[in-house]
T-cell receptor, first 114, second 115 residues
Framework: DGGITQSPKYLFRKEGQNVTLSCEQN?????MYWYRQDPGQGLRLIYY???????QKGDIAEGYSVSREKKESFPLTVTSAQKNPTAFYLC?????????????FGEGSRLTVL | AQSVTQLDSQVPVFEEAPVELRCNYSSSVSVYLFWYVQYPNQGLQLLLKYLSGSTLVKSINGFEAEFNKSQTSFHLRKPSVHISDTAEYFCAVSGSGTSYGKLTFGQGTILTVHP
């Protein structure tokens, strides 16, 4: 079935370590996104990519990095520079470039920093 | 810039009662509006959307929302809720001309349906 796969579902990290969250889609969508979700704050955009080998910062990009070497893949690295990385991370994709279309979400990755 | 405010963080309701989840937005341009639903430990799913045309939009499971431009609102309603409607609901806005579905989300409303 078509969809977005995020891994791992749960991840624990020690302070000072970088960690990479995987996001793969087989929907043939051009655009992909990373959102961070914290209780009571909704979703905030970290990075987005409209096309392979191109990506833009969202509202809270500091302490994060991404790459888009393949259309299907948009991994997110949470670096040691991110001061409060414990959160639920959601990857999404969209086929509609005009902003009118539906976002398809993965099931999320919950990162806990010990 | 645009913003979304969901006026209630939690809404408890009894089964078969009506419910309204409130959403207000601000934007300097024309907007597209969305409601998404999130079940525990899952991603979000689109519930319904307003792009243009009729201001009343409906989902397949009985929810509806009305776009009110003068009040800058997009409240979500259901006349009779079920236990299975228990979830968190997010209102979101995309400014027309905004590229690639770059949505701004509200803070979320947790709907809890009690038997």
């Amino acid at each position: 079935d078509g969809g977005i796969t995020q891994s791992p579902k749960y991840l624990f990290r020690k302070e000072g370590q970088n960690v990479t969250l995987s996001c793969e889609q087989n929907l043939n969508h051009d655009a992909m996104y990373w959102y961070r979700q914290d209780p009571g704050q909704g979703l905030r955009l970290i990075y987005y990519s409209q096309i392979v080998n191109d990506f833009q910062k969202g509202d809270i990009a500091e302490g994060y990095s991404v790459s888009r070497e393949k259309k299907e893949s948009f991994p997110l690295t949470v670096t040691s520079a991110q001061k409060n990385p414990t959160a639920f991370y959601l990857c999404a994709s969209s086929i509609d470039r005009a902003g009118t279309g539906e976002l398809f979400f993965g099931e999320g990755s919950r990162l806990t920093v010990l | 810039a645009q913003s979304v405010t969901q006026l209630d963080s939690q809404v408890p309701v009894f089964e078969e009662a009506p419910v309204e989840l409130r959403c207000n937005y601000s934007s300097s341009v024309s907007v597209y509006l969305f409601w998404y639903v999130q079940y525990p430990n899952q991603g979000l799913q689109l519930l319904l959307k307003y792009l243009s045309g009729s201001t009343l939009v409906k989902s397949i499971n009985g929810f509806e929302a009305e776009f009110n431009k003068s009040q800058t609102s997009f409240h979500l309603r259901k006349p009779s809720v079920h236990i299975s409607d228990t979830a968190e609901y997010f209102c979101a806005v995309s400014g027309s001309g905004t590229s690639y579905g770059k949505l701004t989300f509200g803070q979320g409303t947790i709907l809890t349906v009690h038997p």
